[in-house]
């Protein structure tokens, strides 16, 4: 996969390049992350990428010109799914995520300022949200889905039973886990993890995975039960 990310700050991208895991995958030839700047694509001599807001008002709304040249550089080469950052986006969720990991290019736009020019809509393909709160950039969720879409990538993670085991992608939240030690100041891994007896292990992180869904995420624990009805366990 190549993901172009479109941004105003190019050396924020070394935040995901940078780490192990998409280092390697980069060596591997499995996925490519490249910083576009979109000042790059300013004409004018100061290289500007916002302006005033037409009919007044505060702050500052990002330049069409700039983002679209961006775009069409990114799309110069290969086709792409442009996808821009914005709270105004569809929620980002694991099914999101799982359909993304199965693109062959990812345009992903970052803005900055109160906002971007309406028009620039028209060059975008989907608009996503990573959530319910605001943000001064467009990179940190664009990252967040950069992480969450290439660890569903084949090779990227070393073993696959880890990507479909966790959290939402079974449907439910994850039971709780325990390592060593036996006792950690006061507080004992429960017994029958200690016990060998692997049905009643997984009897009980099943227990364990419902009642913590219940009780912290309710909507998902119903969406559950209904999927389990329909005879469908894998999240789908
Ligand atoms: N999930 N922000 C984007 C600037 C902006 C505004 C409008 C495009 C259109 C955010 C979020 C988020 C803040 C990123 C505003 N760009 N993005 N930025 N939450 O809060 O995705």
Sequence with gaps: MFIDVLTIFPDMV??????????RAAEK???????????DFAVDKHRTTDDTPYGGGPGMVMKPEP??????????????????????GERFTQAKARALSAEDHLILVCGRYE?????????????????????????????????????????????????????FAGGLLEYPQYTRPPVFRNLPVPEVLLSGHHERIRRWREEMALQRTKKRHPELYEQYLRRRERGNNDGS
Excluded: H, M
């Design 14 to 23: 070394e935040l995901v390049t940078g780490w192990s895991i998409l280092k």
């Design 29 to 39: 030839g499995i996925v490519t992350v490249r910083a576009v700047n979109i000042r």
């Design 67 to 88: 983002v679209v040249a961006a775009i069409d550089f990114a799309r110069q080469e290969r086709p792409g799914r442009v996808i821009l950052l914005s709270p105004q």
């Design 115 to 167: 906002g971007i020019d309406e028009r620039i809509r028209a060059f975008v393909d989907e608009e996503i949200s990573i959530g319910d709160y605001v943000l001064t950039g467009g990179e940190l969720p664009a990252f967040v889905v950069i992480d969450a879409v290439t660890r569903l990538i084949p090779g990227v993670l070393g073993n696959k039973a880890s990507t479909d085991e966790e959290s």
